[in-house]
């Protein structure tokens, strides 16, 4: 079972970014990581839930949602804060092997640095 111990992950810039251990909710089925700027709107965060199966025929969901503020000034030199949010949803039968789980989050973690991705989320394009 993994700890729930600070990750550090690069950002686009190739910057290390720490995140750190926030919070734990209800029956520890949610686990919060978040950065630690100055001031709390513009902490980054990740967090973490698994609702496990209960048999073999019933599903797993595992979300990921991560969540990157940002501060914009618009025309009039007001400075307004936006989110970027990312949720991943893993939906996994309780009967998958291991080899499955992996490739589903191999091809997921792959997938994120294609070109199309990187033009779609990055850049605001469209695939075509």
């Given amino acids: 079972m993994p700890t ?8 686009a810039a190739g910057a290390n970014t720490t ?6 909710t209800g029956n ?19 967090s973490v839930s698994r609702s496990p199966a209960k048999s073999g025929n019933d599903i797993e969901r595992i979300k990921v949602r991560i969540i990157v503020p940002a501060q914009v000034a618009d025309a009039n030199g007001l400075i ?4 970027a949010v990312a949720n991943l949803e893993f939906v996994l039968p309780g009967a998958l092997q291991a080899t499955t789980r992996g490739d589903l989050r191999a091809f997921a973690a792959a997938w994120m640095n294609t070109t ?7 850049d605001g394009e469209s695939i075509y």
């Fill in 28 to 46: 520890g089925s949610v686990y919060v990581y978040r950065t630690n700027e100055a001031d709390p709107v513009l902490r980054k965060s990740i």
């Fill in 4 to 11: 729930f111990a600070s990750t550090i992950l690069a950002n």
């Fill in 116 to 122: 199309a991705a990187l033009a779609t989320i990055k």
């Fill in 19 to 24: 995140f750190n251990p926030s919070e734990k």
């Fill in 80 to 83: 307004k804060t936006f989110q």
